[in-house]
Nanobody, 121 residues
Framework: VQLQASGGGLVQAGGSLRLSCAVS????????MGWFRQSPGKGREFVGS????????YYLDSMKGRFTISRDNAKNTMYLQMNSLKPEDTAVYYC???????????????WGKGTQVTVSS
């Protein structure tokens, strides 16, 4: 399974971005997908997860209301819609896949390369 994240960039505080994660290779509809992020000097933080088959979602509490994960099965793509962005959301965002729901750091089987999101104040 290969994961390719894209859509990062520079945005002002209060703005929005949508990240995409294209999935290719040998995939299974039972996979759980998710997003993590890592700021300089910090560990990789869970953002949220989606079940590929049912589309159920699960978020870190601090992400609820601003971040929304969705997927398009036909396009084999997962999305992270980020609204009302804050400078503290600045991080490298990674998409990931695993076989256990909800996806957690120790359950990740595949990582995509990250995409940088920078939120200016």
């Amino acid at each position: 399974v290969q994961l390719q994240a894209s859509g990062g960039g520079l945005v002002q505080a209060g703005g929005s971005l949508r990240l995409s994660c294209a999935v290719s290779g040998r995939t299974s509809r039972s996979y759980a997908m998710g997003w993590f992020r890592q700021s300089p000097g910090k560990g990789r933080e869970f953002v949220g997860s989606i079940s590929w088959n049912e589309g159920n979602t699960y978020y870190l509490d601090s992400m609820k209301g601003r971040f929304t994960i969705s997927r398009d099965n036909a396009k084999n793509t997962m999305y992270l819609q980020m609204n009302s962005l804050k400078p503290e959301d600045t991080a490298v965002y990674y998409c990931a896949a695993g076989n256990r729901w909800p996806l957690a750091y120790n359950g990740v089987d595949y990582w995509g390369k990250g995409t940088q999101v920078t939120v200016s104040s």
